[in-house]
T-cell receptor
Framework: SQQGEEDPQALSIQEGENATMNCSYK?????LQWYRQNSGRGLVHLIL?????REKHSGRLRVTLDTSKKSSSLLITASRAADTASYFC??????????FGEGTQLTVNP | NAGVTQTPKFQVLKTGQSMTLQCAQD?????MSWYRQDPGMGLRLIHY???????DQGEVPNGYNVSRSTTEDFPLRLLSAAPSQTSVYFC?????????????FGNGTRLTVT
């Protein structure tokens, strides 16, 4: 199974600032996915970046992938209090055994 | 579509009791899975299924059984609950097993075993 490792474990910023979270993985991948989990809820898929892509945007989200360093980053621009959540990365190799790390807990202070 | 529906939302069991956590999806997804989430340990895969009649073990399968008799349903059974099974359980599904299929999660079942 594969497990992304997120860094930092916790991040606290002010509303309007940018938030950057990092993810490292160990093996070659087909894609890397980012998920968000609001308190008390299930995970929600945010964005998927394929192994042959280097950068992808979705609204205020920007994801980069560096396969040579086996790392990815998630940037949330102009953060809002509603962005307060845990963020997880998952690297996919086989498709059937996606495993999640502990995530990054982001707190956006109003 | 309702997406992935989990019932119940909360459950308290005594040690040794059995119960079934229900999971249903109405998206005709091929792949379904169960995770447990514990503080400081992320989400751990319990069992998964790549289609009706096919199941396999994940990271932490002991103490849990699953079956997949229909595409829509993937119940998780605890045969003899233990305090170590106190956790939040999530069911997730995706269109297909192969690559580039994001997971859709239910909102979880919070289980306490006393």
């Amino acid at each position: 199974s594969q497990q992304g490792e997120e860094d930092p474990q916790a991040l606290s910023i002010q509303e309007g600032e940018n938030a950057t979270m990092n993810c490292s993985y160990k093996t070659s991948i087909n894609n890397l996915q980012w998920y968000r989990q609001n308190s008390g809820r299930g995970l929600v898929h945010l964005i998927l970046i394929r192994s042959n892509e280097r950068e992808k945007h979705s609204g205020r989200l920007r994801v980069t992938l560096d396969t040579s360093k086996k790392s990815s980053s998630l940037l949330i621009t102009a953060s809002r209090a509603a962005d307060t959540a845990s963020y997880f990365c998952v690297d996919e190799t086989s498709g059937s055994r996606l495993t999640f790390g502990e995530g990054t807990q982001l707190t956006v202070n109003p | 579509n309702a997406g992935v529906t989990q019932t119940p939302k909360f459950q308290v069991l005594k040690t040794g009791q059995s119960m079934t956590l229900q999971c249903a999806q109405d998206m005709n997804h091929e792949y379904m899975s169960w995770y447990r989430q514990d503080p400081g340990m992320g989400l751990r895969l319990i069992h998964y299924s790549v289609g009706a009649g096919i199941t396999d073990q994940g990271e932490v399968p002991n103490g849990y059984n699953v079956s997949r008799s229909t595409t829509e349903d993937f119940p998780l059974r605890l045969l003899s609950a233990a305090p170590s099974q106190t956790s939040v359980y999530f069911c997730a599904s995706s269109v297909r097993v192969r690559y580039n299929s994001p997971l859709h999660f239910g909102n979880g079942t919070r289980l306490t075993v006393t």
